[in-house]
């Protein structure tokens, strides 16, 4: 769709709020809670972006979507051309809405619902509070950030009826106890969480701990996987034959794509398991959200996790 940006509100230093509106004034398609929208563009240099982006507010019709993006000057430069070179009149195309983190549509009444955000990963979980709400299901939302100035949206957030909003904030306080956040589990229970990985590994473990089922717990990331210790990686496939050079920065899943190896996927974030592949050889540095111990213990997903030094792999493709 040819959009327009209708307005821009900043939201402390690092995170700007963008309204889009159809350039044709026609109305948005609805949407549901947890839908994403893709938005491209490119930089005055050049540089081409496709980024993925939540949808914020209250779903259902829609003549402005709105989306909050916050600004990472070491990511891959989408976030920084949107807040140095786009403003309120600027021409995007959007694509969408999509849906990859669903809401459940049903909520066993007297279980808990637990939204839990990090930082950013604030996004997503405001349309599902409107959501529940609506519902008539009670929800606890945990917001998780660094500090005060960290937090946004608390106004709409905390207005919305039925919901409890607590923050936990980890300059002064440390890290939040997330056995305490999830306790023990009960039926009925679930949890949709988004934020940085190293987050939503910690909550994962706090739910096994806790004796939560894994299709309990509802994730969605974001940020990137690779670490700057990487270093290049040989992937051997026993069962193709094939060899496979893959640099630091490119996802196994997509070198094995590009050599025409028969491979199994979904998500591409590590949170669904479908590119899970046994390990014969090497020592995967796992950075997925969706295996279990076991698991890990005799495969990987190949979408996201890496490999230790000396860099070789031996799946079992």
Known sequence: MNCVIANVITHGAR?????????DGQSLPAWRAGDHVVLSFASADGRR?????????????????????????RGCGGSVCLHDEFHAGSAIDVAGPCSSFPLGSAHVPGARVLLVAGGIGITPLVSMAHTLSMQGAAF??????RTQADLFLLDELRAIPGGEVITHLSQGSGLADLDAL???????????????????????????????????????????????????????????????????GTPILDALIAADAFVSYDCRRGECGN???????????????????????????????????????????
Do not use: K
């Not at 980024?51 to 916050?70: C, F, K, T």
């Not at 606890?140 to 950030?145: D, E, F, I, N, S």
């Not at 299709?215 to 940020?223: I, P, Q």
């Open 15 to 23: 995170v700007r709020e963008f309204h889009l509106r159809r350039a």
């Open 49 to 73: 972006f496709e980024n993925r982006y939540s949808l914020v507010g209250q779903p259902g019709d829609a003549e402005v979507y709105r989306i909050a993006v916050q600004r990472e000057p």
């Open 140 to 145: 606890t939302l945990h917001y998780l950030a």
């Open 182 to 248: 999830l306790g023990a589990f009960a039926e009925g229970d679930s949890v949709y969480a988004c934020g940085p990985v190293a987050l939503l590994q910690a909550l994962a473990d706090a739910g096994r701990r806790q004796g939560w089922p894994q299709d309990a717990l509802r994730y969605e990331s974001f940020g990137s996987r690779a670490e700057m210790s990487d270093g290049p990686l040989t992937v051997e496939l026993a069962l193709s034959g094939i060899t496979v050079e893959v640099a630091p």
């Open 275 to 317: 590119c899970y592949t046994p390990v014969l050889a090497g020592t995967p540095l796992h950075r997925d959200v969706c295996l279990t111990p076991a698991m890990r213990g005799a495969g990987m997903c190949t979408c996201v996790s890496w490999a230790a030094a000396p860099g070789r792999l031996v799946l079992e493709i």
